[in-house]
């Protein structure tokens, strides 16, 4: 870890992956991929089924390591074997199916795993265990068995099992791709929370638009590329773009731009519904002043 | 038809973690309708689909099917109802395509030409190439894999067709191909088709009925315009409304005489109706 | 989740709050090793029966319905099934009564009496084992067990996590195992066909589906515990401290009582 310098970010330089197949010739997974993801950000990757955004999470905190390139977590190299830790403990990965992630039955018990793992005596644990709980509203289901959860709070759980040794990153590897509309939107409050009032940096892997919209940057991977990187009103002006590879627009978004065809004049990119209405209105009110 | 009568079903019943998963369920499905089946996780809708062809037997009450009772314990599956059930693509593990679609069509003991006229024809029916016929599912994508396990189904030519959420993890041009598939097949083959799905906006605009479930029970019924006319209601018990309908309830608040919409379609010509009124007068 | 593998409780650990779901997992584990060692070691048929009366009694001091355990039991009837019939027709001794050729022996009998009821107390006492303690206190207690490997330089750990691991997964395999019955059920595929070889025959399409569905779920939850610093050293620290409490005493002299009274009825009051 010595002479490492100090940074704020992870830092993705001309990453590539491919993943080993006897079968097949060896298909690009991650193609020269370039991106800065800096602390407190809040950022959405979206893409098609295969479009390499799972294998770009899974490069975020050296689970995997790239074919060619470097990955920098606050200036540590993933390639390096003693900044494994260090990595792992500032950037948190919360995955998909909470069935398969959750290592013990209790609440609790399961919550304490990673500070086990790292040797934290242990009356500092059960305060922090607790901490983390009450920080994400579940402190009642603390001894609670995993069974008797709904999948959004296993999701949860599974967010406090990361949260609890404070990363400076989570990284949710298509966390809500199980859950329902109410439990995903529970589980986006509580990263938006984490996001504004801690400062957490989250980096949120998805197929639902909706809450990509409510990142602060959106970063479209196709193919193994990084097709877009922008604001999500930017991203979203692209909609012929997004469509052609295999991805679509917020419902609103659609809307205005099919109205705009027809001869309507409304801003492109809009992803927001009361910014939609307003914008309706104005056209309304248009033609009477 | 299809009818649930008094349908409950409780799963580990007299233990600690006993669970009323339906209960006392009352419910008609037409021939030929597109049912949409809609509720929260763990409000029982995939339990109740599974007593559709009988994997699963209420603990109390009956299922009707043309009037004969086909919830007896006891009494195998009922072929006239193919269910796709969640992630389907588990299920997959033969060696090619051909096989794994040949499956279910085999099990009936159909004679081998008719078996190579279904599985061409599903195959259609879900968009997949023939080429890959003679290919391991194993090294497909999953979109692919799901629509062969689809295909798998609809080989064995149910009357009546259930989906689970087929279209959850999928991105949106594997969602849109699916449902626009199957929504033609509904059309051109009169099926009934009942949809289990989280997803609003595809509710809207492919389901004919809705038929709502919460905490067991069945709270809403009612064609797919009426239900979304009280958003409130859906809103409190935890399900999402399609986003349009969203910015036009706010355009009603902003004072605009709207009506509820529910799809793009009808959010046009709702638009373009009010902005013909407003210029009027 | 999907519905139809809820039903099966093997494995699974079941939340009542009792005062044997408090008893130190040491003490329970050790029990069920020695009674384990004892239900083999008993030759007489009065011991087993008393043991599994006493059994009950915990089921119902732990307030696990009977039933639970009866979803266990009722995977080992198949098995025992055929070996009584095996038995009871082959053992040699005093006949008690001739169905055509086969002749029925009064030994043959009690041993198979004795069969079933060692195969009995076996499963409900490991059952009873994972429905009291939770995954977690179970490392805990294999862990303490294992403290002697260190000796030859392995780690406990690893080996009570294993363990634990492969307990936590017993019932999501089940919920898999079902999930797949019923989707191939549901194309027909012959599970309830009267000729044997083809209901095995029924069986390869859950068996394949299945080996995929737990590599891949083996596979993120080494993700998943990678991803949360795991990596298997001694270094760890502990989130639940075990104490041996006046509870656990109470518990222990209980133990032994029975152990040691069952053992006397085995030895002394039958064969003396």
């Known amino acids: 870890m010595q002479g490492r310098k100090k940074q704020n970010m992870i830092e993705l330089k001309n990453v590539h992956f491919s993943y080993e197949s006897a079968t097949k010739d060896t298909k690009l997974a991650l193609n020269r991929i370039n991106l800065k993801i800096s602390c407190g950000e809040f950022v959405a990757v979206v893409g098609a089924n295969g479009s390499g955004k799972s294998t770009l999470a899974k490069h975020l905190n050296g689970l995997l390591i790239p074919t060619s390139g470097d990955v920098l977590v606050l200036g540590a190299n993933t390639k390096c074997e003693e900044d494994s830790i260090f990595i792992k403990k500032n950037v948190g990965m919360v995955f998909q199916n909470p069935d398969n992630q959750l290592v013990f039955t209790i609440v609790e018990e399961d919550v304490a795993f990673a500070l086990e793992n790292l040797g934290v005596p242990q009356q500092e644990m059960r305060e922090r265990v607790e901490k983390t709980l009450s920080q994400l509203n579940i402190l009642e289901y603390k001894n609670a068995s995993n069974a008797e959860l709904s999948g959004g709070q296993k999701q949860l759980v599974a967010i406090a099992g990361v949260l609890v040794i404070n990363p400076k990153f989570i990284v949710l590897d298509e966390s809500t791709a199980m859950l329902d509309p109410q439990s995903r939107d529970d589980v986006m409050c509580i990263l938006k929370k984490l996001n504004s009032e801690l400062g957490i940096a989250v980096v949120l892997i998805t197929h639902f638009m909706e809450e990509a919209a409510l990142a602060e940057r959106i970063i479209v991977m196709n193919e193994g590329k990084v097709e877009l990187d922008d604001s999500p009103r930017q991203v979203f002006k692209k909609l012929e773009l997004l469509e052609s590879i295999g991805l679509s627009v917020p419902q609103v978004t659609k809307f205005c731009h099919e109205l ?10 809009i992803v927001d519904e009361n910014e939609c209405a307003i914008e309706l209105a104005k056209i309304l009110k248009g033609p009477r002043r | 038809m299809i009818v649930y009568e008094n349908v409950t079903h409780i799963y580990n019943r007299g233990l600690p973690n006993q669970q009323i998963a339906l209960d006392d369920v009352n419910l008609r499905f037409e021939d030929g309708e597109f049912v949409g089946i809609i509720g929260r996780t763990g409000s029982g809708k995939s339990t109740l689909v599974q007593h559709m062809n009988g994997l699963l037997k209420p603990t109390t009450g009956r299922i009707l099917m043309d009037g004969k009772d086909v919830s007896i314990k006891g009494l195998g599956i009922n072929f006239n109802v193919g269910i796709v059930l969640q992630n389907p693509e588990d299920q997959i593990f033969e060696q090619t395509v051909f096989k794994e679609i040949a499956f279910g069509p085999q099990n009936m003991k159909l004679d081998s030409g008719e078996i190579k006229r279904r599985v061409a024809m599903a195959m259609d029916f879900v968009g997949l190439p023939k080429d890959i016929l003679e290919t391991s599912p194993f090294d497909l994508s999953g979109g692919q894999k799901r629509r062969i396990a689809i295909a798998s189904v609809i080989a064995m030519q149910p009357r009546v067709l259930v989906l689970d959420e087929p279209t959850s993890g999928l991105d949106s041009a594997g969602k849109k191909n699916i449902l626009q598939r199957i929504y033609e097949h509904h059309k051109k083959e009169k099926t009934t088709v009942v949809l289990v799905s989280h997803n609003m906006e595809e509710v809207a605009q492919y389901v004919e009925r809705v038929v709502v479930l919460e905490k067991a029970k069945v709270t809403m019924e009612g064609k797919v315009d009426e239900i979304f006319e009280k958003p409130n209601e859906l809103r409190k018990i935890g399900l999402d409304i399609p986003r349009i309908s969203v910015a036009f309830l706010k355009l009603k608040e902003l004072g605009y005489d709207v009506k509820n919409v529910h799809t793009l379609k009808q959010a046009k010509t709702e638009f373009f109706r009010l902005k013909k009124t407003l210029q009027e007068r | 989740m999907n519905p139809i593998l809820q039903e099966v409780t093997l494995g699974n650990f079941l939340q009542t709050n009792s005062v044997v779901h408090k008893i130190d997992p040491r003490l329970k584990l050790g029990s069920v090793f020695v009674y384990t060692i004892l239900i083999c070691m008993f030759r007489g048929i009065y011991a087993l029966l008393l043991t599994f009366v006493a059994l009950l009694a915990v089921y119902k001091g732990a307030k696990i319905p009977l039933k639970a355990l009866w979803k266990n039991l009722k995977v080992i009837v198949p098995i025992i099934t055929i070996a009584a019939m095996v038995n009871i027709f082959l053992i040699p001794g005093s006949v008690v009564f001739e169905i055509w050729f086969l002749k ?3 030994e043959g009998l009690i041993f198979t009496l004795m069969m079933f009821f060692r195969a009995s107390c076996l499963v409900s006492g490991t059952a009873l084992l994972t429905f009291t303690t939770s995954p977690g206190s179970l490392v805990d207690a294999l862990e303490y067990f294992a403290r002697p490997v260190r000796m030859f330089g392995g780690s406990p750990n690893e080996i009570a ?18 999930k797949i019955i019923a989707a191939q059920k549901s194309r027909v595929a012959p599970f309830d066909s009267p000729k044997l070889r083809e209901r095995l025959r029924a069986y390869l399409p859950v068996i394949v589906p299945l080996f995929h ?58 064969y003396s």
Not at chain 3, 161 to 178: D, H, K, N, Q, W
């Open chain 1, 260 to 269: 705009n065809l027809l001869g309507e004049n409304l801003p492109l990119g």
């Open chain 3, 104 to 106: 029925v022996t009064k």
């Open chain 3, 161 to 178: 996590m294993a363990i634990s691991i492969a307990i936590r997964f017993v019932p999501t395999l089940f919920t898999e195992l079902g």
């Open chain 3, 213 to 270: 569905i737990t590599s891949k779920r083996a596979e993120d939850l080494a993700c998943a515990m990678e991803s949360r610093c795991y990596a298997g050293n001694n270094k760890r620290t502990k989130f639940r401290i075990l104490r041996f409490g006046t509870l656990d005493f109470v518990a222990l002299v209980l133990m032994l009582v029975c152990a040691v009274g069952t053992f006397w009825v085995d030895r002394w009051r039958l």
